[in-house]
């Protein structure tokens, strides 16, 4: 194996273009180094971006949004005040990818880049509307969150092609969003089921709404039906009775040794049920 330390990413592109055999990119590296002890998907050349300038960086940019480098921490996340308090949901579900040890490390583009459909932060990430920044050889594209799974331990960047940044729309107010999970033990654990949230309110009725369900199907899925039994609604406990049952039908799970298919989708209706109202009361202000 050849171990690489580009200084940008257009080194690290180009390294990735020319190379032979499997390459794999370090971040945090709590995935791909334990996959390097066990012996799985050992890799021919392993690209470390850690030296690349603003990987590190989370920064508040002109319109509003933010932009969160690719080798940003979960423990950053969680220290910076006014991104926590813009997108609780979303920092919550980095949160809950492992122990504290593995939050100093873990980073939201290597949760998004291991293509688990349990992956916690993504959820989050795609009810935010977020998008990713990619540079390759063609430039620099920014893709949707949620075009970027496609399967189990699968994504749709091409060789070459590297994520260097998280980027978040500006948050309005009246905005709220939240993230639940259901695991068989109380912290760290795999995700049985889990379902993120995004609501924007006028006059405390929904205007829009983003829901986004994991570990019910081979990637997380956006659940459009569901959200739009909120358009229109001032939440109350028929419209979450309704937007409960209609996730639980959207769900596609399988049985595993974690949960029974049929387990799961009564699981999400009422995992989504309590996002939802917790989404909504922070949209009312209700923190």
Not at 83 to 101: F, K, N, T
Not at 242 to 257: G, H, N, T, V, Y
Request: aromatic share 4%; hydrophobic share 40%.
């Amino acid at each position: 194996m050849q171990y690489h330390t580009p200084s940008s990413f257009s080194e690290a592109v180009n390294i990735s273009n020319s190379a032979d055999g499997l390459v794999k990119y370090l971040a945090g590296g709590t995935d791909v180094l334990v996959q390097l002890k066990i012996g799985t998907k050992s890799p021919d050349h392993l690209i470390d971006i850690k030296k690349i300038p603003g990987v590190k960086e989370i920064a508040l940019r002109e319109d509003g949004g933010w932009t969160i480098g690719a080798a940003v921490s979960g423990v950053q996340l969680t220290n910076h005040s006014k991104l926590s308090r813009e997108w609780p949901g979303l920092v919550e579900g980095m949160e809950l990818v492992g122990s504290a040890q593995i939050q100093s490390r873990a980073t939201l583009v290597g949760n998004l880049c291991n293509g688990s459909p349990a992956a916690d932060s993504v959820p989050g990430m795609i009810t935010a509307g977020a998008t990713v920044s990619v540079v390759s050889s063609s430039g620099t594209a920014e893709i949707r969150v949620e075009d970027i799974p496609v399967g189990p331990g699968l994504t749709n960047l091409g060789t070459g092609e590297i994520i260097t940044a998280v980027n978040l729309p500006k948050r309005n107010k009246h905005e709220g969003d939240a993230y639940l999970r259901f695991i068989p033990r109380t912290e760290m654990d795999i995700a049985v089921v889990g379902c993120a949230v995004n609501l924007s309110l006028e006059n405390g009725v929904i205007r829009s709404a983003k829901v986004v369900l994991g570990a019910v199907g081979p990637k997380v899925e956006v659940a459009t039906p569901a959200a739009e039994c909120l358009l229109g609604e001032k939440l109350d406990e028929d419209i979450l009775s309704i937007f409960s049952d209609k996730c639980s039908e959207l769900a596609k799970p399988i049985s595993d040794k974690r949960g029974s298919e049929e387990f799961r989708k009564e699981v999400i209706g009422v995992i989504a049920k309590r996002a939802a109202k917790k989404a909504y009361d922070r949209a009312l202000g209700n923190k």
